[in-house]
């Protein structure tokens, strides 16, 4: 069975400072992809990422970086120098051999001005 | 290029009426998902379609919840009748090739569900 567990159900933060979210992932698939989407209060999923399980190169986008760490099951994010614009509900999610994707429960961020 | 369109955004009614959610995926995405998302909690798949047909409605509660996908473009969800637990947000997506786990699916704004 595939799952992800967000461990972190809300984040507080002041505008400029960093922020990891946690991601852990359990499948026994060999082949699977992870993903990053954000939904602001607006309500749409907004992709953000997309990480193969063969591919364990960090990524880094704007002030955005994700961390995949296969001997941990750990997929994490970090928004570098946060602003206010940056809050949201933060979802990972796994898709394995079935296609079928799994999300976590979201963390809440919130960045304060 | 459009995104996903819902509609209705919102939608309010009284336990034991039926409704309707209506979704448009991305033009040339052949695959399209509904999605139920509680309060709290991330999206749950209800139902995948590729193309015209529902190849996963395994976690569709098909009692009470109907979809259909006609011409392989536009979808419907059909809750009748509705019960108190239905009042969720109910996510459309659509991705070019489903059936290929390296496929990326992209969302819909929702349509907010309350059953009072």
């Known amino acids: 069975a595939q799952k992800i567990t967000q461990a972190q159900t809300e984040i507080s933060v002041v505008e400029k400072e960093d922020v990891t979210l946690d991601c852990v992932y359990e499948t026994r698939d060999t082949t699977y992809y992870l993903f990053w989407y954000k939904q602001p209060p607006s309500g749409e999923l907004v992709f953000l990422i997309r990480r193969n399980s063969f591919d364990e190169q960090n990524e880094i986008s704007g002030r955005y970086s994700w961390n995949f760490q296969k001997s941990t099951s750990s997929f994490n994010f970090t928004i570098t120098a946060s602003q206010v614009v940056d809050s949201a509900v933060y979802f990972c999610a796994l898709s394995g051999s079935n296609n079928d994707m799994r999300f976590g429960a979201g963390t809440r961020l919130t960045v304060k001005p | ?116």
Do not use: M
Request: glycine share 8%.
């Open chain 2, 1 to 116: 290029e459009a995104g996903v369109v819902q509609s209705p955004r919102y939608k309010i009614i009284e336990k034991k009426q039926p409704v309707a959610f209506w979704c448009n995926p991305i033009s040339g995405h052949n695959t399209l998902y509904w999605y139920r998302q509680n309060l709290g909690q991330g999206p749950e798949l209800l139902i995948r379609y590729e193309n015209e047909e529902a190849v996963d409605d395994s976690q569709l509660p098909k009692d009470r919840f109907s979809a259909e996908r006609l011409k392989g473009v536009d979808s419907t969800l059909k809750i009748q009748p509705a019960e108190l637990g239905d009042s969720a947000v109910y996510l459309c997506a659509s991705s070019l090739d489903g059936s290929r786990t390296t496929d990326t699916q992209y969302f819909g704004p929702g349509t907010r569900l309350t059953v009072l």
